[in-house]
């Protein structure tokens, strides 16, 4: 953990400003201790030695967060539910209302896929030629771009906290797809169907597939593509780019 007792006077003026959490670490392989330390205890260090600046704190969570079962079998979601209820403590305790905000996202598509994460995983079978195994499937999942997702961040980071009426936010387009659907689509579009294994696995306990969230206010999300188009897109463009890199 890097030295912070400069921060305030290196990096805070007396102006005002907003500080976004959005970094640290995802895979649930890298342990408890890591994930709190990178999710939770780095987010509470900031904020301690920012006491007195005139900041705004935005933090990411994770829609898992809903489904706290769930996250209790997973070190990274524990992590983000920790962040989310330590967030809501913080904008009830603190003089000035509206500073504190916990947003809570699904899946962001459109870099480079994290290999533990399912489109990840997905990558690497079609690469290796390997069987992708699978559970059936039925999980219910929202998949954003990460530039329409950015837009609603620049609309938040416009508005005045104080009209919210919770310090807990949920970005939703509404479109949820189930991971089988996702999965086949892919397949196809790559010509790789034999390659994937449909119900090999159990599906892990507590998951969401019943569940539709309901749309956010256009504001908070004013674009939101079709998760199946775009995600296909998206990885066709990536292969034509590895395939072609000039």
Request: charged letters at 25%; glycine letters at 6%.
């Amino acid at each position: 953990m890097p030295d912070l007792s400069l921060l305030k006077s290196e990096i805070f003026s007396d102006r005002p400003c907003d500080v976004l959490f959005a970094s640290g670490l995802t895979d649930p392989a890298a342990g408890a201790a890591l994930l709190r330390q990178s999710n939770v205890e780095f987010v509470q260090k900031i904020v301690d030695a920012s006491q007195g600046a005139d900041a705004r704190f935005l933090t990411f969570g994770t829609i898992q967060e809903h489904f706290p079962e769930l996250c209790a079998t997973n070190p990274y979601l524990e992590s983000k539910l920790e962040l989310g209820r330590w967030m809501v403590l913080q904008s009830k305790a603190s003089k000035l209302r509206g500073r504190f905000l916990h947003l809570r996202l699904h899946t962001v598509y459109g870099g480079e896929p994290k290999p533990h994460m399912f489109i990840g995983q997905i990558v690497r079978s079609l690469q290796d030629q390997t069987v992708f195994r699978m559970s059936a499937g039925d999980q219910l999942r929202e998949y954003h771009h990460a530039d329409d997702v950015a837009l609603g961040v620049w609309n938040l980071l416009q508005r005045d906290w104080r009209e919210l009426a919770d310090p807990v936010l949920d970005m939703n387009s509404g479109q949820p797809l189930r991971l089988a659907d996702l999965a086949r689509t892919i397949y196809r579009e790559f010509e790789a169907s034999d390659l994937l294994d449909v119900g090999a696995l159990a599906r892990p306990p507590q998951e969401n597939t019943q569940k539709v969230f309901p749309r956010s206010p256009g504001w908070l999300l004013p674009a939101s593509r079709d998760p199946l188009l775009g995600v296909v897109e998206q990885l066709l463009l990536r292969d034509k780019a590895r395939r072609d890199p000039h």
